[in-house]
């Protein structure tokens, strides 16, 4: 006879308790073999440990499972999968307490780890020592604290916890991480309600150092004097990326925010506040950082031109109209228009991440949008047939009809400008 028992476990328990919409449910089968399983209709699809699709609503159910630690990194683990694994053995193995809990059919709560109590108190707490055996835990931490960072579900990591991050930095086991999942983590945090509380954690227990060195060296970086000196670069970038996520931005956007001011880390503390031809090292730095994680090329190309434009966009008013031209194509604006316009909310960003900026103008994003849209009114197919006689003059007669169009733009602006 069968002792097979099914329970929702993990994020969908944490939500519901936290009166938050629950998205997936994962759920737990304890007292069952693979052979069981699939003589119920489930489809196998796990291949390191037995997962299966339920065959009407295809969602996981994953065998309850012991897993041991082998090698390095979060890949070197055997598991262990039996009808004798209790659920007790299986909530172990997880993370935090907050998602070691199950519920049964019946809405019975079990919580052998005091889940309940730390939701509660809003902390995020590690289950058991297991914990240290899997470096993604790490960011999985940060992440779940970008998540719940605003009230009411404003959550810190327990000391305890950011303790053993440390010592599992130390160890080198956040070095074994491969890029692909790094990014991966990264990503969703960076879309979560405070991507600055990801990072405050990872800087905390040592990870950023690590993973982000060239973002860590912000810390302690003054900005320039007509900015807020008063806060350092990497405070600064902390409130750049989280404007970004207020006003829901897309990935792409809150990355290129998060690494625009890569290359004050690298000026020379003799010159500071100054940061002369920083947004170049930018750039550059932004290209080893896409390199090393891998990054997709929407958010590399991205992070890439904001990091060696956002000051030109800030600059905007001052440039002339060849200037304009010129920057406009450097950008792709013409055949990327709405990329250029993402480069644009990272540059406001720039600007309204700053304390009590949040409310200002930025003009400058208006402005280039209508030189731009001056610009691509003009008709190049016109203007080669004016020159059909002279085809290498066709190039420069188009960016001079552009040139004049961009003019009539900066006529029409106010003298305040």
Wanted: net charge negative; glycine share 6%; charged share 25%.
């Amino acid at each position: 006879m069968s002792t097979k028992q099914i329970y929702i476990v993990g994020g969908a328990v944490r939500d519901s308790l936290l009166g938050l919409p629950v998205q997936d449910r994962d759920y737990v089968v304890v007292g069952s073999t693979p052979e069981e399983m699939i003589r119920d209709g489930f489809q196998a699809v796990g291949k390191d440990f037995p997962v299966f699709l339920h065959p009407k609503t295809h969602e996981e159910y994953a065998l309850a499972r012991t897993e041991r630690k082998t090698a390095a990194g979060y890949k070197g683990f055997v598991f262990h999968t039996d009808a004798d694994v209790t659920l007790e053995q299986d909530l172990i193995r997880r993370d935090l307490t907050v998602n070691a809990m199950a519920q049964d059919s019946n809405g019975q709560i079990t919580d052998p780890f005091g889940g309940q109590q730390d939701l509660q108190r809003r902390v995020l707490r590690h289950v058991s020592a297991a914990f240290a055996e899997d470096p993604v835990r790490i960011l999985r931490v940060a992440r779940f604290a970008a998540r719940f960072a605003l009230p009411p579900h404003d959550f810190t990591v327990a000391e305890e916890t950011n303790a053993l991050m440390q010592e599992m930095v130390a160890a080198g086991e956040v070095d074994a991480l491969v890029p692909e999942r790094v990014w991966q983590e990264l990503a969703r945090g960076l879309m979560e309600v405070k991507p600055s509380r990801m990072f405050e954690v990872l800087r905390a227990c040592g990870a950023l150092k690590r993973l982000l060195p060239e973002l860590d060296a912000l810390w302690g970086v003054p900005q320039p004097e007509k900015h807020h000196p008063e806060i350092d670069t990497g405070v600064h970038v902390m409130l750049v990326v989280d404007y970004a996520a207020q006003q829901g931005y897309s990935l792409p956007v809150r990355f290129a925010a998060l690494l625009h001011d890569l290359g004050k880390g690298t000026t020379p503390p003799e010159l500071w506040p100054k940061h002369h031809g920083h947004e170049e090292r930018s750039a550059k730095l932004v290209d080893i950082v896409c390199q090393r994680l891998k990054v997709p090329s929407d958010c590399r190309d991205l992070a890439y031109m904001t990091a060696r434009d956002h000051g030109n966009v800030g600059r905007a008013f001052d440039m002339r109209a060849s200037t304009i031209v010129d920057f406009l194509t450097r950008n792709d604006a013409f055949r990327k228009p709405l990329r250029f316009s993402d480069m644009l909310r990272a540059a406001e960003c720039d600007c309204f991440g700053r304390a009590g900026l949040a409310n200002t103008e930025f003009p400058q994003t208006a402005f280039l949008e209508q030189a731009l849209n001056a610009a691509q009114q003009v008709n190049g197919g016109e203007i080669a047939q004016l020159c059909k006689d002279q085809p290498k003059r066709i190039p420069e007669a188009i960016r001079e009809a552009r040139i004049a169009a961009v003019q009539q733009i900066k006529k029409q602006m106010p003298l305040s400008h």
